[in-house]
């Protein structure tokens, strides 16, 4: 049986505010620093070693990961940053307060964009501040303008079958850290999850996720450290 570590970041700026980020480079509260400062020292506590550490190339998922390993003294580990662990793109809900979105739209719809499976938010326009033209970390990529959780999948899983699986079939010890809609939506791939169960799975800041896999690297379960 194989064991991995998911995370989700602590809380971060935009959530303070309560805004929709998506892909908006916001970094971690005073809160976030030290919710993750004290799930670290839990793993450290109970003899968390690991491998190999996967992530995305956002920094408040980033900041929660050399956290995580500071704390757990594993900082020389290998680290991968792959943008395929991205935060759902959240189009042109990107940067606006969630009360206001609701008011705008209406409470149910905002609701499916962000929580639903096969339903994207409106395209964030090319002009837009929060679009990342020229950002480095995109350069070889074609970027989306918006995203619903199933195509968000569809990077995500790309990225658990060609980078992160094989560390974990070879025995490896691997911590992801990420983000909500990804780590629901690798949940999904994982464990088939039906779309009714995934608009209520939430994922907390910070505390970490156990995950026990077979042989076969297929999902047997899940529970919070």
């Known amino acids: 049986m194989y064991q991995v570590v998911f995370i989700r970041h602590g809380h971060s700026v935009s959530n303070e505010q309560n805004l929709f980020t998506g892909w908006d480079d916001v970094d971690l509260t005073a809160k976030g620093e030290q919710e993750a400062r004290d799930y670290a020292k839990l793993l450290a506590a109970k003899g968390f070693e690991f491998d190999i550490a996967f992530t995305s190339v956002l920094k408040r998922a980033i900041r929660t990961l050399w956290i995580t390993l500071d704390e757990t003294n594993q900082m ?5 940053k ?22 705008k739209f209406g409470k149910e719809q905002v609701y499916q964009w ?13 002009n837009s501040p929060y679009m990342p033209h020229g950002d480095r970390r995109y350069t070889a990529q ?16 790309q990225c658990w079958d ?24 690798l ?14 799975l939430d994922i907390a800041n910070s505390k ?12 047997l379960d899940w529970d919070y450290l």
């Open 114 to 126: 962000i929580n639903g499976y096969d339903s994207p938010p409106p395209p964030l326009a090319d």
């Open 142 to 157: 074609a970027l989306p303008a918006t995203e619903s959780l199933k195509q968000a999948i569809s990077r995500v899983s």
């Open 162 to 185: 060609d980078q992160i699986a094989p560390q974990v079939s070879n025995g490896k010890q691997v911590l992801v850290v990420a983000h909500r809609n990804i780590l629901r939506g």
């Open 76 to 80: 020389w580990i290998p680290v991968v």
């Open 187 to 200: 949940f999904k791939h994982l464990g088939q999850l039906s779309d009714d169960a995934l608009l209520t």
């Open 82 to 103: 792959d943008w395929r662990l991205n935060e759902k793109h959240s189009g042109a809900l990107t940067g606006l307060n969630k009360a206001e979105a609701a008011d």
């Open 208 to 219: 970490p996720i156990i995950a026990k896999f077979d042989e076969a690297v297929g999902l």
